[in-house]
């Protein structure tokens, strides 16, 4: 029985662990590509990028990867989810990436280290 609930606890650990920080990845990636458009948009002068018809594809790149549209959505509800209680420590930050970067570490703290911790300190019990 308690085997169990360890290998539970175990578990439950990496595929938080898992979700949060794919979500922070997939964040931090969509933040350079903006980043990077941004930054050719101001090379090349900024307003001829705009009116000459780049938005075009970016549509198109978005409705073709509807699949992936929903499973990033997935991810970033399950890890809002879960790194909800960490809300009111890091509500002060005003940089996206900051705050961002601070859920994870609590996270990984409290739900990789923290239910660690407890699934060993239960297997040693018994």
């Known amino acids: 029985m308690i085997a169990t609930i360890v290998r539970l606890l175990r578990l439950a650990s990496i595929a938080?662990?898992?979700?949060?920080?794919?979500?922070f990845v997939v964040f931090a990636i969509e933040q350079t590509k903006t980043a990077?458009?941004?930054q050719q948009e101001q090379v090349t002068g900024g307003a001829p990028a705009s009116a000459g018809g780049s938005t075009a594809p970016?549509?198109?790149?978005?409705?073709?990867?509807?699949?992936?549209g929903s499973?990033?959505?997935?991810i970033d509800e399950a890890s809002g989810q879960l790194t909800s209680p960490f809300s009111g420590i890091?509500?002060?930050s005003s940089s996206e990436w900051a705050t961002r970067g601070a859920k994870l570490v609590l996270?990984?703290?409290?739900?990789?280290?923290?239910?660690g911790y407890v699934?060993?300190?239960?297997?040693?019990?018994?």
Do not use: T
Not at 71 to 74: E, F, G, L
Not at 107 to 115: C, D, N, P
């Open 36 to 38: 990077s458009g941004h």
């Open 119 to 126: 699934a060993r300190a239960l297997r040693v019990r018994v």
């Open 107 to 115: 996270a990984l703290l409290v739900y990789g280290f923290g239910l």
């Open 90 to 92: 890091v509500s002060g």
């Open 16 to 23: 938080i662990c898992l979700i949060v920080i794919a979500s």
């Open 71 to 74: 499973v990033h959505k997935a």
């Open 58 to 68: 970016k549509p198109a790149a978005s409705s073709g990867g509807s699949h992936e």
